[in-house]
């Protein structure tokens, strides 16, 4: 009795011939045709979340608009429309033709295989091309989710230093920004920002304090930093917020505190200039070109210019230290300059970093902004509305600029006190004289509003 091959036995023989191969591999162009219209919808919502602007259509010619209805083999059932599906020109001599690689898309479509062509390499090579380019999908969307969540740790992780000379008023100031920032909420996740101001594991790692004797840029350094203050337990998903202030230059000159750099005698015999150009005055308390580029790898690094009228600065610590204001006032110009490079490098970052094509039209990142302390005192107001105002403006831009959700914070000023000093009367008749020519020098310089704000009325400082 002749022996009947089994069904599974005919399929078999039938798939392992040469037109076997060919159809398989047309099974396997469909399959790997679904899984790219997949992964396009996917790329599409991924660029939708970063912008609620739609991407505009390419301008690249080989990119398909399917609009118009791809058919099956049948020629019959009309594929799903794809959005923008780039692919090679159509081969309009209804043959079976695989990408060669000199085109940007992925494969050309048809229908019916040439009886000239060698059917077996052919299907060959379209199956181990559908398999590449699978692969090559689920690399890119991991690659893509693995940025995503590594910029959300980097997001979630913010440090603010709070930039002025000293007698800016940080101690006014300071308050009412922690304030503001324990009053937020984040809305994806319903949980308080955790903040933490002036932590002695970061004074340690900039200035030196505490006696650390490792250098700022040891990597051992910066790894204990981050993870202290900004520990992966979950996953980076808490908003974390540190905050630092201090001032330019810090510490006396008998200061027991370690400072890498300490505040130096030579800066109230130098010059403005002098004193800017100083490795020394440069680097105390810190280097803020090396700071920034040190730990913006690891956090989201945003600096805050606190400024206060020029003639209130030098009358604040006028009788600190025995220093006489007249080496005092080229010590505290020469680090205004230093803030205004410093301030200048910053805005150069930010059009470099905003230009390079970031994906979905992204809102641009501003690394500065400023504060100015005559427009929170309310003497310089004609009515306790005007003052009010003035300050929520203030909120207004400072929670814009730092990307947190909400601006109300009814007790952010309630620690809020003005100095009742005449800086005249505290600087005498001679020293204000000095004062005002020196003022002189810092016409067009400081306030840095070349470089720094956004053009607000509160953001006008007097200088």
Request: aromatic share 8%.
């Amino acid at each position: 009795m002749d022996h009947v091959p089994s069904t599974s036995a005919r399929f078999a023989s039938a798939l392992l011939s040469p037109w076997g191969k060919v159809i398989a591999a047309l099974v396997c162009l469909k399959v790997f045709t679904y899984t790219k219209i997949a992964y396009d919808q996917m790329d599409a919502e991924y660029s939708a979340s970063l912008s609620s602007t739609p991407p505009a259509l390419s301008s690249n010619p080989n990119v398909y608009n399917t609009n118009q209805l791809l058919y099956s083999n049948d020629g019959q059932n009309p594929l799903p429309p794809l959005q923008a599906y780039e692919t090679s020109s159509i081969n309009i001599d209804n043959n079976l033709n695989i990408d060669n690689g000199d085109t940007p898309g992925f494969v050309q479509f048809n229908t019916v295989p040439d009886a000239n062509e060698n059917n077996e390499e052919t299907a060959n090579s379209a199956m181990q091309q559908s398999m590449d380019e699978i692969q090559q999908l689920q690399q890119k969307r991991q690659q893509q989710q693995q940025l995503t969540q590594e910029q959300l740790k980097k997001d979630n992780c913010q440090i603010i230093y709070i930039l002025g000379v000293e007698g800016a008023i940080h101690h006014g100031f300071t308050p009412i920004l922690e304030a503001l920032a324990k009053s937020q909420v984040d809305p994806n996740t319903g949980k308080a920002y955790e903040v933490t101001y002036a932590p002695k594991v970061l004074r340690s790692a900039l200035f030196g304090l505490y006696r650390e004797k490792r250098d700022m840029d040891d990597p051992t350094l910066i790894a204990k930093v981050f993870r202290e203050l900004c520990p992966e337990t979950d996953d980076g998903k808490t908003k974390r917020i540190i905050i630092e202030d201090s001032s330019f230059p810090s510490g006396a000159m008998d200061d027991p505190r370690s400072y890498r750099i300490r505040r130096q005698a030579s800066w109230m015999t130098s010059t403005m200039e002098e004193v800017a150009n100083d490795e020394l005055a440069i680097n105390h308390p810190v280097n803020l070109k090396k700071f920034y580029e040190l730990y913006s790898q690891h956090a989201n690094v945003q600096f805050i210019l606190l400024n206060r009228p020029f003639l209130e600065t030098m009358a604040s610590h006028a009788n600190d230290w025995g220093e006489e204001v007249a080496g005092r006032s080229n010590m505290i110009r020469g680090f205004m300059l230093i803030l205004k490079r410093f301030l200048d490098h910053l805005r150069q970052e930010e059009e470099r970093s905003n230009s390079g094509g970031m994906r979905g039209g992204n809102k641009k990142k501003e690394l500065s902004t400023i504060v100015c302390a005559d427009k929170i005192m309310s003497k310089n107001y004609e009515s306790d509305y005007e003052a009010t105002m003035a300050r929520q403006h203030i909120l207004d831009y400072l929670t814009k600029f730092l990307g947190w959700p909400s601006s109300r914070c009814p007790e952010c000023y309630s620690t809020w006190k003005e100095s009742k000093k005449d800086p005249a009367k505290v600087l005498g008749e001679k020293n204000l004289g000095l004062m005002l020519n020196d003022m002189k020098e810092l016409e067009g310089m400081w306030p840095p509003l070349d470089v720094i704000g956004s053009g607000l009325p509160e953001q006008q400082c007097s200088l």
